[in-house]
């Protein structure tokens, strides 16, 4: 073989090995960029002196192996922080002492603790009246604010959403064009390859997935249940749509490739920024307004049951101090049958901040799971045909069908009514029924003694109520902290041995470029010299 031929196939190398190097650092800040190596190999179509050199390829440095863990670090730590974000503004609010409940409700028996000493004053009597309305207020407010933040939820899901079902359909369509690539051209096509790459790592930031490779080059992507969004060159929609059971609340469907929808169990996801929406709702918002509800509703029952046992200043009976509404139930929308459950506060002790899945069962009585706690019982009706439940009486009425599910939330929406009834400062309730009305204060002292008595759960007064209720908000704020500066040392961790791998270092592909320059200038004087050879030989000639 010529050395003209030798020293074009070493120039010809020598280009290839310089645009990769300077492909290599004009991407140094492209996100999502793999390194790139000029594959060079002896030509073996010469003699035995030698053919020179051929490129075999571009090679891409990728591990796979890292890069699968990268993502499934990286969507847990999306997930943690998603939680992060929404529990510091609950612990936020809660933890406020200058604004707080407990400031409040010290307050306003402290107030009460003045209408002890004077019963018949109208200052003591508007200082209660003003004192409760400030109280109350704060607990539609507290619940306002959370209920403000379920809406919000509802609205992130949607938009998650929706980036899953774009992304998904964007690597589809790359499975599509990597498939084209290499049948056309039978080399790899790396730039398409990070592209899909970026876009699987993308997709692990909003929901947790599982990807296998088939036939070498396509990507199958799938929810941790199997069910995929991505089948080579097809792609499945994740559908945000009103919870059967919950309609307050937007859930999870899928919808397969015939378009039918079905639900998600939330439990399916648990990375990604989906995954951490789905389980703060669950784990803390959900038991936020639940507890803060029971307390509510354990706050106005006891003492309008203690106001409706003394009489007031014309002497009459007390009425209801505080209103607060009836337990939420709500009957599945796939319900078969036309039965209904009405709900009434029944035993304050027994009131949970739990809520509960009633299930009909063919012989009448309700499958009941307590979705806190996990446990299920059954409970059939009593003799008045009434169901206790949680400390609420259910009143059944129509005829359910086997298998019809019917949600109750006791105090789920009761912080959000929750007010004073009570408008005329004489008809505060402060005295014992069995005393003349103006002057006595026993009622009073009975309405005072409330506040340290253990009513809520049965556990706990009305401040260690809501101090548990900030405590409980508090440690999942520092428990999701922590996970995530572990999660975070994680993922760093994994990406620098990514990069190692993968990333494009500048020292190093500088060097390269010098490397190549020189490589490209000695096969330069390989043609000149045959150049120079050549000459010599025809002068000879002539």
Same mark, same amino acid.
């Given at each position: ?13 020598a280009?290839?090995?310089?645009s ?28 035995g ?53 407990t ?17 018949a ?44 079902n774009?992304? !998904?359909? +964007? ?6 064009? /990597? #498939? =084209? $690539? *290499? ?100 784990e803390?918002?959900? !038991?936020? +307004? ?6 509510? /509703? #354990? =706050? $106005? *029952? ?18 209801a ?30 009131l ?58 006791p ?24 005393s ?48 995530l ?58």
């Amino acid at each position: 073989m010529s050395l003209f031929s030798i020293g074009l196939s070493g120039l010809s190398a020598a280009q290839n090995a310089l645009s990769t190097t300077s492909n290599n650092i004009s991407n140094v800040y492209t996100d999502g960029y793999s390194r790139q190596l000029t594959l060079l190999g002896q030509n073996a179509s010469g003699g035995g002196a030698g053919s020179g050199v051929s490129v075999d390829g571009i090679q891409r440095q990728y591990n796979s192996y890292i890069s699968s863990q990268l993502n499934q670090v990286n969507s847990r730590q999306s997930a943690l922080e998603t939680y992060q974000s929404q529990v510091n503004q609950i612990n936020d609010l809660l933890a406020d002492s200058d604004s707080g409940l407990t400031t409040l409700m010290q307050g306003f028996f402290s107030s009460v603790e003045d209408l002890t000493g004077s019963p018949a004053d109208a200052a003591a009597r508007e200082g209660v009246l003003g004192t409760s309305r400030s109280m109350t207020a704060q607990f539609r407010a507290y619940d306002g604010y959370l209920s403000d933040m379920r809406e919000g939820i509802n609205g992130q899901i949607g938009d998650v959403v929706t980036q899953v079902n774009n992304l !998904s359909d +964007q690597i589809a369509d790359l499975n599509k064009q /990597v #498939t =084209l $690539a *290499r049948a056309r051209s039978g080399e790899e096509p790396n730039a398409l390859l990070d592209q899909r790459d970026k876009l699987v790592s993308d997709l692990g930031d909003l929901v947790d997935v599982n990807v296998q490779v088939q036939d070498g080059s396509t990507y199958q992507v799938s929810l941790s249940n199997g069910m995929p969004l991505v089948a080579g060159n097809k792609s499945f929609d994740l559908v945000a749509m009103k919870g059967n059971e919950d309609p307050s609340s937007i859930t999870l469907g899928y919808e397969d490739g015939g378009g039918t929808r079905s639900a998600l169990k939330e439990s399916v996801v648990k990375g990604g920024e989906l995954g951490g929406l789905l389980s703060f709702r669950s784990e803390t918002l959900d !038991s936020t +307004q639940n507890q803060l509800g029971q307390l509510a /509703v #354990t =706050l $106005a *029952r006891s003492f309008n049951a203690q106001h409706e046992a003394g009489v007031d200043l014309n002497g009459d009976a007390g009425e209801a101090f505080f209103a607060i509404g009836s337990p939420t139930v709500v009957s599945s929308a796939v319900n078969n049958g036309s039965g209904s459950l009405a709900a009434e506060y029944g035993d304050v002790s027994e009131l949970t901040a739990d809520d509960y899945r009633l299930t009909y069962q063919a012989d009448g009585s309700y499958s009941v799971e307590n979705l806190g706690s996990g446990e299920t019982r059954s409970v059939s009706p009593a003799g008045d045909g009434t169901l206790s439940v949680g400390g609420v009486t259910l009143t059944p009425s129509g005829t359910p069908a086997e298998g019809d599910v019917f949600m109750l939330q006791p105090t789920r929406n009761a912080a959000g009514v929750f007010e004073v009834a009570v408008t005329d400062t004489d008809k505060i309730a402060a005295a014992d029924a069995d005393s003349g009305g103006s002057g006595d204060n026993r009622n009073a002292l009975a309405l005072l003694d409330l506040q340290n008595q253990r009513l809520v759960g049965g556990s706990k007064t009305f401040s260690g109520g809501y101090a548990s209720l900030v405590s409980d908000v508090g440690n999942r704020a520092a428990i999701t902290q922590a996970n995530l500066t572990t999660q975070t040392g994680l993922s760093d961790q994994l990406f620098a041995y990514q990069q190692a791998d993968s990333g494009v270092n500048l020292d190093e592909e500088y060097a390269n470029l010098l490397k190549y320059q020189q490589y490209y200038s000695a096969n330069a004087k390989i043609i000149e010299a045959g150049s120079s050879i050549l000459d010599t030989i025809l002068g000879l000639r002539a």
